[in-house]
């Protein structure tokens, strides 16, 4: 396995292939997205593009893309938007803004799981800086974060009523 730091363009290179990972983790429980949503995930893509700073990893093997994670360093002030206002209700404000980077996609192969392709993604892109991710309660992945020391937060709803949590890494830099 080999991981590549990725800018926005190498990660738009990647559509199709993001796209199909898209679906292949988020089609099953615990997130059970719709095919609309699973389908508009290209969009959803180009938007992130476009963020200023994005970056990511990419985990490539003999069979291809086996995993990827990208997001964007925090402006010094939260947005004021409704999943950053959620998220902030239940982790202090100052531990979501600059210098923290917000993980916005962490997508690893299902056949590829459990093989430490996600902490080698987490541990590559965010490399020592403080982090945060919000995910579902019940998403396998949790359990990938709280063994790397990721601390979660209580529960809470996102903008769609959905259940959900922050995970927080703090690199330890005062």
């Given at each position: 396995m080999r991981i590549d730091s990725v800018d926005a363009t190498q990660l738009g290179d990647l559509r199709e292939p993001l796209h199909e990972l898209y679906r292949q983790c988020f089609a099953d429980?615990?997130?059970n997205e719709p095919q609309e949503m699973l389908d508009d995930y290209v969009n959803?893509?180009?938007k992130h593009l476009e963020r200023p700073g994005l970056s990511?990893?990419?985990a490539v093997g003999d069979a291809g893309l086996l995993g990827v994670v990208y997001g964007w360093p925090m402006p010094p002030e939260l947005p004021d938007d409704t999943l950053?206002?959620?998220v902030a209700r239940v982790v202090p404000t100052e531990r979501l803004v600059a210098p923290a980077v917000a993980v916005v996609e962490l997508m690893v192969n299902p056949v590829s799981r459990g093989r430490g392709v996600?902490?080698?993604l987490l541990d590559h892109f965010v490399c020592a800086r403080d982090a945060w991710?919000?995910?579902?309660p019940d998403a396998l992945a949790c359990r990938l974060y709280k063994s790397a020391g990721w601390r979660p937060s209580a529960q809470f709803r996102n903008q769609y009523g959905d259940r959900r949590v922050a995970y927080v890494l703090s690199s330890g830099a005062t």
């Open positions: 429980p615990p997130w959803v893509l180009a990511g990893s990419v950053h206002r959620a996600g902490r080698a991710l919000v995910t579902h």
